[in-house]
């Protein structure tokens, strides 16, 4: 069974009930693709979605001392997502880590970004090494290159600027470009509730840009928009 919802921030919410899964699966993903990067900026996204995944250190410490396994970084063509997951009977630490996760651009309201790009920078090139990585779905999106120079990559991640981030994180990880979804066995009417105690509140963003839809893949290699 699935239910779909939108919280009044924007937030939309997923819970897919799956009685026979022996743990809670939480996905955090934005609506924010490699053609909003802004021209000159590629890899920008992966440094905004370190930062969000990592704003919270105790969320991967509490996650793992739970038992539980994270997985912070996947940049996918159409989302960028954190995902983990943990025992069934956790669910209350996988709603208060959503929020944290959530909370990251709105706590610091942007201030001393400087600070926060310092710390963050090297961790998001950590992924930029000097090989080029081949992109599985270039065959499906012709208008990216099958193989990317991580080299560049991490050349225009050096040069972002704290105002280019800021301005980049406000308009692509806005709470109205969010979607949550978990899956579990749980009971729907208590996740939604908690969920929308615990995010519900969260100031919706005034500086959301339209997301940039591209094609996505579908069974039998067709496409759909």
């Known amino acids: 069974m699935v239910h779909r919802f939108r919280l009044e921030n924007g937030i939309r919410v997923v819970l897919c009930v799956d009685p026979a899964a022996p743990f809670l699966a ?23 979605l370190t930062a969000t995944a990592l704003a919270d250190a105790s969320c991967r410490e509490r996650i793992e001392r ?9 940049l996918f063509p159409a989302v960028t997502a954190v995902d983990f997951t ?3 009977d956790e669910s209350d630490l996988g709603v208060d880590c959503v929020g944290r996760m959530l909370e990251a651009p709105g706590a610091t309201q942007f201030e001393g970004i400087d600070a926060f790009l310092k710390e963050y920078r090297p961790q998001a090139l950590e992924w930029a090494k000097p090989e080029p990585v081949i992109d599985p779905f270039a065959p499906f999106f012709p208008q990216k290159e099958a193989a ?6 991490k050349s225009k991640l ?3 600027s704290a105002q280019e981030f800021s301005a980049y994180w ?7 470009r969010a979607t949550v979804t978990v899956v579990g066995d749980f009971v729907p009417v208590q996740m939604a509730r908690a969920l929308s105690a615990r995010i519900g509140k969260i100031p919706a963003s005034n500086h959301s ?12 290699g067709r496409l759909r928009v």
């Open 86 to 88: 943990l025992h069934a």
């Open 209 to 220: 840009a339209p997301p940039v839809r591209i094609a996505s893949v579908r069974a039998g």
């Open 158 to 160: 050096e040069g972002v």
């Open 148 to 153: 990317r120079s991580q080299t560049a990559v």
């Open 66 to 74: 739970a038992g539980g396994w994270w997985d912070p970084i996947n």
């Open 170 to 176: 406000k308009s692509r990880f806005a709470p109205d």
């Open 26 to 48: 939480f996905k955090l993903s934005f609506d924010a693709t490699y053609l909003d990067e802004p021209e000159g900026r590629a890899g920008i996204r992966m440094l905004a």
